[in-house]
């Protein structure tokens, strides 16, 4: 059996159906972009419940042109007037270089990725740099209320990050 067949089927078997119709709107008004490690579980780290935010995940968390395009989305046609940044100690995407990644992909494909693969050495800067992109995007209209957090992958707990002051 293969991982999707078994993840269909503990759907079917599943008792609890759902919660029921919920607005689209999340009622926190919130979005929350975090790593897409399979350790980190923003539901439970945040105490969610369905309907409460929207959550973004990607490698690291990064702050790409993606993510941009599913925050405007989020703040301009669903309500979200907050953004929580999520990235987390030992991230996979802090073991390896760009460089690194793309000679990788060459080598394999015979091509280079336009994209950026967005790894990083320190967490606390990559929240940062993630904070000031989310804050210059002219495509978001909610830029005042985001917050960066560094989650300890072995605790669960969260240590904000403060952007420097100019």
Not at 46 to 68: C, F, K, S, W, Y
Not at 104 to 111: F, I, N, P, R, S
């Amino acid at each position: 059996m293969t991982a999707i067949q078994d993840l269909v089927d503990r759907n079917a078997s599943r008792s609890h159906r759902g919660p029921g119709p919920l607005p689209s709107p999340p009622s926190l008004r919130v979005a929350v972009v975090a790593c897409m490690d399979a350790r980190i579980d923003p539901f439970e780290l945040l105490g969610l419940q369905p309907g409460e935010a929207h959550v973004i995940r990607n490698g690291g968390g990064a702050v790409t042109d993606d993510v941009i395009r599913s925050l405007a989305v989020s703040q301009r046609k669903l309500g979200t007037t907050e953004v929580m940044l999520l990235h987390h100690t030992k991230c996979g995407m802090a073991s390896f270089t760009d460089e690194e990644f793309w000679s990788e992909l060459h080598d394999a494909t015979g091509l280079r990725p336009t994209w950026a693969v967005e790894t990083f050495r320190d967490a606390e800067s990559d929240v940062r740099q993630s904070m000031e992109r989310v804050r210059r995007s002219p495509f978001l209209t909610n830029t005042t209320t985001v917050r960066g957090f560094v989650i300890d992958i072995d605790t669960g707990d969260l240590a904000e990050v403060l952007p420097i002051q100019a």
